[in-house]
Each structure stands twice: as structure tokens, then as C-alpha cells.
């Protein structure tokens, strides 16, 4: 049998990466097997910390912790506070899902197979970890196949994109995302993918094959699919060992897998082998073994950590993503973002772009004629007449940019027909009225969709009742000088 060889502390080891002081102390609450050992773990930390004053990533663990043990803390000053925490959190995770189960089920109504993943899949197979495992976004994965209905359910039951672009400019591109966000409501939060890995961690055949792994499970009232126990915990790593723990109930996550007894060890290894997630695998597994005392296999680990030890950059950046961002110290900071950097670009270009995006650039212009309009956030063109298909337009349009540095962003489409986005910057602080010029090609469909400008917001908001966010942010309004169609020779 292998056996584990000693994982240091030090750098770059990857007890360096483990989660330590009041984050350890946490973790230990709500996993150490001995009950005692870990209620204990939860007063000290109760009666070292006030509740109010740490992050949501504490309180998704509190939520873990207070489910675990109940009234057994009723003696601590803490308590009911505690409690309160839970109630909340259970709460806006309860919203959540009802503002999403009828788009989960319209999906499905529509041929959609739909896979949960994160904390959704451990609510669909256990309707009682609702209480200790917050989930106020659904992550979602659809076949790519089925990325189009998805989309449209979304859209026709107006549910809004996150980020500023149209509908139509998204619904055009859906081949090249990975993901997308959508909210609605007040609790309304859904994740929609395609792949459940990002760039950096690609594998064709793997992405097929977690399909043919998954495990029927019922979310509410809809039928779906989770991830298999070797592909929760994969997956659970995948997200949540590279990002510094922001949120840690992912390792949560695992633990429950692993306990659930039913892990094919040789599909995990497999996977972590194809999705390079070796060294993130060798610190959540090494932790939660050596450190905790959760059961896993001792093979298991010794073979995580063989393929981990290999040397190379990739190794060193993994052990720094890895490591709770509460520890960083300057260089750290500094290391660990030029590692991510990296991970970021290795994601660049792994999808193709079905449709090119089609940008016109703003010039400032001094004068311009025409007459006065009203400020608007969208403007129908009047297309010229005459048999082309295709025109040069050119339009001015008059803006009052807030005193902030920005970006400017419009759109043109016809109906469901995205036609192009017209962007610009302001980058001085002055704010103050712009007259910008945008010059390009525009395909004429003559089908009766007439063309229209509107102005679109840089990114949403749920509720847009921040004026700092507003200003820098929101669709700002236009004052159409000109719109001048031309032959394109």
C-alpha cells in the first residue's frame, strides 16, 4: 500500500496552503469526527469573534456549524444571535430557490436536461442540508446543446443579465460562454453553464463523460441530475481550491461526499489528473485527512500527492491560489495575483466565438448639425430606402457623462438581431456634455424589425439605488444629433 509522505508547513508545501487561526478553528467546528472536540472548537471561536463583524465567508460556515449542533451552544452569549444568522441565511437560500424552480422547471419542460452543481446538488440530493448549506445563486448545467432553450426560458421570464449587453448581442454568442449570470426579484440568482470547469481546467472527453456519471436527484419538484461523488468533490476543488477560500464550505462540501461512502476514487483521480487539479486536490485532501481526520483513503491521498509533486511553475502557482487570502502577507498578495493572472489567460481562447463582435469606436466631434432631440435610452433609426443590403451609418449623438471615469456603451438591433455594440471611454473626471461619432457597416434585413439605439448600463444591478453605482455604471441617456445612411462603396 503507498504511503503519504510528510506534508510540510513551509512553502511550497502544501500544509503552507492550509486554512489556518480563526478560518482552522472554523472548519474544525463544523467537520472534526469528535463531537466534542468540535463543539468545542465552536465556542472558542464564538467567544473570540463577533458574529457581526466577519465576512459572508464566515457565515456560511456558522450556518454549517449552528445546523451541527443546535442547542448544544444555547449556553454561549453568542447563541442566539447564532441562530438568528441561520434563520436568515435559510431564508434568503429558501428565495432563491423558489424565484428559480419555475425557470428549472420550464427548462426541463422544454427538453432540457438540467445538472445541479455546488451547494444546489447537495440540496437536490438532501432537502435537509438546506438548514446548514447557503445557496443563494443556482448554479445550473446544461448540455451546450440545450444553451439556447435555457437562455430563452430565462429571457422570456425576465430573469436579467448581470452584465450590461442585450439579450440579443448574449443570445448570439452563447457557443463561446462558459457561463452566465442572471437575477430577478429580490433573491433571484442563477449561474447559468455550459461547462462546468473553467478554461484553465478543460478536458473534451471529461466533459461528456460527467454527464454520463451523474446521479438523478429531485430539487423541490423538478427532476434533475447532480454530479457523481467523485465529480462533487472534483468540482468542489475545482471552484473553490483556487480561489483563496473565498468561500471555505466548500471543503464542507467534500466532506459530506466522502462520508456519504460511495466515492469512486479511481474516476476522482482520473479527473483531477485530466483537469490539472492535482496540487489543489493534494491541499484540500491533505488537510482534510491529516488535519481534520476525515476518512480518506490513505492511497488515495498518496497518489494525489505523487501526481502533485511534480515539479514545474504550474505547482508553485496552485500552492499560492490555494492559500486563504486572510494569510497573505505583501508578497503574497503579489505572488498570487501574477499566479492567477496566468490562470486567467490559460481560460482565454478555448471557446470559438460563433459571431464576431462587431465594435464601432466613439470619436469626439466639436460641432455637429441637426436639430434638438430629447434625451432618450433608445432611439428607432429610420432605414433609408431602396433595395441594399448592406449601408455605412454614421451617427452623432449628444451625452452628459457623470464626473466619473467610465465607460460608454450603446447598442444596435433590430428585433431578436444584434447588429453592433458602439463603445467609448471617458476617461477624465470632469464629466460634462460629449459629442460622439460612431461610423459603421449595418446589414439591412428589410423584414420590418425596425433598427434601434439604445443606450445599455456598463453592468446591473438588482436595485439601482446607489448613486456612486449609477453614475459610474448605469445606461446614460442620448441626444440623437444625426443618423446618416450611405452606400458602403
Known amino acids: 500500500m503507498a504511503k503519504i ?154 430573469w436579467q443579465i448581470a452584465s450590461g449587453v442585450s439579450p440579443q448581442y448574449l443570445r448570439a454568442r452563447l457557443g463561446s460562454l462558459r457561463s452566465m449570470n442572471f437575477f430577478k426579484g429580490n433573491y433571484g440568482d442563477i449561474d447559468l453553464h455550459q461547462l462546468a470547469y473553467d478554461g484553465s481546467q478543460q478536458n473534451t472527453e471529461d466533459d461528456l463523460a460527467i454527464w454520463r456519471r451523474a446521479v438523478a436527484a429531485q430539487f423541490s419538484d423538478v427532476s434533475v441530475v447532480v454530479p457523481s461523488p467523485a465529480d462533487r468533490i472534483a468540482l468542489a476543488i475545482a471552484h473553490g481550491g483556487l480561489d483563496a477560500h473565498t468561500h471555505s464550505d466548500w471543503l464542507v462540501d467534500c466532506t459530506v461526499a466522502i462520508e456519504g461512502g460511495t466515492v469512486d476514487w479511481t474516476i476522482f483521480l482520473d479527473v483531477i489528473a485530466r483537469r490539472s487539479l492535482a496540487v489543489a486536490a493534494a491541499v484540500a485532501l491533505s488537510y482534510l485527512a491529516l488535519e481534520i481526520g476525515i476518512a480518506v483513503p490513505e492511497v488515495v491521498l498518496a497518489k494525489v500527492v505523487d501526481m502533485a509533486d511534480r515539479p514545474g511553475a504550474a505547482r508553485l502557482s496552485s500552492v499560492l491560489q490555494a492559500k486563504p487570502r486572510t494569510d497573505f502577507g505583501a508578497l503574497t498578495w503579489l505572488s498570487r495575483g501574477f499566479a492567477k493572472q496566468l490562470r486567467l489567460q490559460r481560460k482565454k481562447g478555448r471557446l470559438k466565438q460563433t459571431e464576431p463582435d ?91 424589425r425596425a433598427l434601434v439605439l439604445e443606450a445599455r448600463p456598463s453592468r446591473q444591478f438588482r436595485v439601482w439605488d446607489n448613486e456612486q453605482a449609477v453614475a459610474t455604471y448605469g445606461a446614460l441617456p442620448f441626444q440623437l444629433v444625426s443618423a446618416k445612411f450611405s452606400p458602403t462603396g
Open 358 to 448: 462587431i465594435v464601432w469606436r466613439g470619436k469626439s466631434v466639436t460641432k455637429a448639425t441637426g436639430g434638438p432631440a430629447a434625451f432618450v435610452l433608445s432611439q428607432i433609426l429610420d432605414e433609408p430606402q431602396g433595395e441594399a443590403s448592406e449601408m455605412m451609418l454614421d451617427l452623432i449623438v449628444r451625452i452628459v457623462v457623470p464626473p466619473v471615469r467610465r465607460r460608454i456603451e450603446m447598442e444596435i438591433n433590430a428585433g431578436d438581431r444584434h447588429v453592433a455594440r458602439l463603445r467609448s471611454m471617458a476617461i477624465r473626471r470632469s464629466g460634462g456634455e460629449r459629442m460622439l461619432s460612431f461610423r459603421g457597416k449595418v446589414k439591412l434585413e428589410r423584414t420590418g
Open 5 to 158: 509522505r510528510r506534508i510540510g508547513r513551509r512553502f511550497p508545501d502544501y500544509g503552507w496552503s492550509w486554512p489556518t487561526g480563526s478560518l482552522d478553528q472554523l472548519l474544525k467546528a463544523a467537520l472534526l469526527p469528535d463531537e466534542g472536540a468540535a463543539r468545542l472548537c465552536a465556542a472558542g471561536w464564538l467567544n473570540e469573534n463577533d458574529i457581526d463583524h466577519v465576512s459572508f465567508r464566515e457565515h456560511r460556515l456558522l450556518a454549517a456549524i449552528s445546523d451541527r449542533f443546535g442547542r448544544k451552544l444555547a449556553g454561549n452569549a453568542a447563541y442566539p444571535r447564532l441562530v438568528g444568522l441561520q434563520k436568515m441565511l435559510w431564508t434568503k437560500s429558501r428565495m432563491a430557490m423558489r424565484e428559480a424552480e419555475p425557470a428549472l422547471k420550464a427548462m426541463v419542460d422544454a427538453g432540457c436536461t438540467v445538472m445541479l452543481i455546488k451547494g444546489a446538488s447537495r440540496i437536490a440530493l438532501d432537502a435537509a442540508a438546506q438548514r446548514g448549506r447557503v445557496a443563494h445563486d443556482i448554479d445550473m448545467l446544461v448540455r451546450p446543446g440545450d444553451m439556447q432553450p435555457a437562455f430563452d426560458v430565462l429571457r422570456d421570464r425576465g
